[in-house]
T-cell receptor
Framework: AQSVTQLGSHVSVSEGALVLLRCNYS??????LFWYVQYPNQGLQLLLK??????LVKGINGFEAEFKKSETSFHLTKPSAHMSDAAEYFC??????????FGQGTRLTINP | EAGVVQSPRYKIIEKKQPVAFWCNPI?????LYWYLQNLGQGPELLIR????????DSQLPKDRFSAERLKGVDSTLKIQPAELGDSAVYLC???????????FGEGSRLTVL
C-alpha cells in the first residue's frame, strides 16, 4: 500500500530564505505525487502535481518539487520565502486515479 | 465558477446527539469524497462516490456513520450518535475524471462536548 512520510511537522524560516519541505513516499507502482497547501480555516488547495512527465514540477506561488525515484522523494522548495507562505503543507501519493493518501503535514512558519 | 460548498462550517453538539454535514461539489464533477481531518493530521478518506455509487467506503465507520449522494450531485454525511472522538474537520472534495486533482471545500468543524 502507498504511504507518505513528511519529515518535520514544523519548519520555520526567515522571510527571503529558502523553503525546503521534505516528503518521502512508498509505492508499489509508479506514483502520482502531489503537494497541497492549507491556509488557516480553509480547504486544501493544489500547489503542484507529478504525473510521470518532467521530474521537476513547477507549481503556483513560486513553489517547485523534484521527483527522485532513487530516493523515493518529492521535496517541495521555494527560493525565497514570503510571509504569505505561512500555512500547512501536505504531500500526497496516489497509485491510481483519484485515491490520494496524505502525509501528516508540515506547518511552515515565516519569521520577519 | 463556484467551488465546493460545505455546510455548516462549524457545529457544536453534545455526545450521543446526531449531526449531519452537507456538500455541494463543483458542477459537473462526478467524483465526490469525504475526508476526516483530525487536529495536526493529514486528511483521511472516509468514502468516495462515483456519481451516486459509493465505490470506496472501507474506512467509513458504518456503525455510526452514513453517507448518501442522491442523484449523483450533492452529498450528506451523518453521524449518529456522535462520540467525543468524532471532534474533527470533515472535508468534502470533488474531481472530474482521472486527473487526480481534487478540489476541496472549506470543511465542517465538529466539536463534540
Amino acid at each position: 500500500a502507498q504511504s507518505v512520510t513528511q519529515l518535520g511537522s514544523h519548519v520555520s524560516v526567515s522571510e527571503g530564505a529558502l523553503v525546503l519541505l521534505r516528503c518521502n513516499y512508498s509505492s508499489s507502482v509508479p506514483p502520482y505525487l502531489f503537494w497541497y497547501v492549507q491556509y488557516p480555516n480553509q480547504g486544501l488547495q493544489l500547489l503542484l502535481k507529478y504525473t510521470s512527465a518532467a521530474t521537476l514540477v513547477k507549481g503556483i506561488n513560486g513553489f517547485e518539487a523534484e521527483f527522485k525515484k532513487s530516493e523515493t522523494s518529492f521535496h517541495l522548495t521555494k527560493p525565497s520565502a514570503h510571509m504569505s507562505d505561512a500555512a500547512e503543507y501536505f504531500c500526497a501519493v496516489s497509485e491510481g486515479a483519484q485515491k490520494l493518501v496524505f502525509g501528516q503535514g508540515t506547518r511552515l512558519t515565516i519569521n520577519p | 465558477e463556484a467551488g465546493v460548498v460545505q455546510s455548516p462550517r462549524y457545529k457544536i453538539i453534545e455526545k450521543k446527539q446526531p449531526v449531519a454535514f452537507w456538500c455541494n461539489p463543483i458542477s459537473g464533477h462526478n467524483t465526490l469524497y469525504w475526508y476526516l481531518q483530525n487536529l495536526g493530521q493529514g486528511p483521511e478518506l472516509l468514502i468516495r462516490y462515483e456519481n451516486e455509487e459509493a465505490v470506496d467506503d472501507s474506512q467509513l465507520p458504518k456503525d455510526r456513520f452514513s453517507a448518501e449522494r442522491l442523484k449523483g450531485v450533492d452529498s450528506t454525511l451523518k453521524i449518529q450518535p456522535a462520540e467525543l472522538g468524532d471532534s474533527a474537520v470533515y472535508l468534502c472534495a470533488s474531481s472530474l475524471g482521472v486527473s487526480g486533482e481534487l478540489f476541496f471545500g472549506e470543511g465542517s468543524r465538529l466539536t463534540v462536548l
